[in-house]
């Protein structure tokens, strides 16, 4: 688990795609690479990664073709940035909100624009997705914990936060601009909210 607090921008240092195997990234990181074991869940831009291999400043995780098709790691290419987070620890303090690192859906930036000190992004995440977001609800973009200022219903539905400068400087969301697209994971609480109101108990079916 993870909270959604980015605490290192790394980049893609190297990229393999070996013939019938998984695809292979090795991650540059101001991490003590040391104290991560084999085996370690990484918030890698919202996706739960582990890690197989480390080196000095350098860590390695490998990616199905699932998790290429179903998050924007498909388009990732070497000298990426990328925002990392490793997992939540018993004693941590929960600064965000609780992430699983299971991304939901891709979405993608309809416009960001200035507002006094801050930027307002607001981004299109498909309708089947809408019913997730609640303005003042938390989601996940691209791993960084954000509270949803105000919802727009519609065939892609739409959302829209405020962006401070530390938030822009000590994240890859500064990176975004129009069109571009992001990994989008919503509030787990939504998820089963959302699953008790459709569960049909008598027919044991889930409404649309």
């Not at 292979?24 to 690479?33: G, K, S, V």
């Not at 939540?88 to 200035?114: C, K, M, W, Y």
């Not at 065939?155 to 000590?170: G, Q």
């Not at 500064?174 to 959302?194: H, K, T």
Request: glycine share 12%; net charge negative; proline share 3%.
């Amino acid at each position: 688990m993870f909270t959604g607090i980015v605490t290192d921008i790394g980049h893609v240092r190297r990229l393999t795609r070996p013939e019938g195997g998984d695809t292979r990234f090795e991650i540059e990181t101001a991490y003590d690479t040391a104290g991560i074991a084999i085996g370690a869940s990484i918030a890698c831009s919202g996706v739960c990664l582990t890690a197989i291999e480390t080196g000095p400043g350098w860590f390695a995780v490998e990616a199905s073709d699932e998790t290429l098709s179903c998050t924007t790691l498909g388009r990732w290419r070497e000298g990426r940035r990328i925002n990392l987070e490793r997992a939540l620890r018993a004693q941590d303090e929960l600064g965000g909100h609780i992430v699983s690192g299971h991304i939901d859906t891709v979405g993608h930036v309809v416009s960001r624009a200035p507002a006094s000190g801050s930027e307002v992004f607001r981004f299109a995440i498909g309708r089947a997705f809408g019913r997730y977001v609640a303005a003042k609800g938390s989601v996940a973009v691209d791993g960084v914990s954000l509270t949803v200022n105000a919802v727009e219903d519609g065939a892609d539905s739409r959302f829209s936060v405020n962006l401070i400068p530390h938030t822009l400087a000590v994240t890859t969301l500064g990176d975004l601009q129009q069109d571009s697209p992001f990994n989008l994971e919503v509030d787990l609480m939504a998820r089963y909210v959302q699953r008790m109101l459709s569960f049909d108990p008598a027919s044991g079916e889930t409404s649309a």
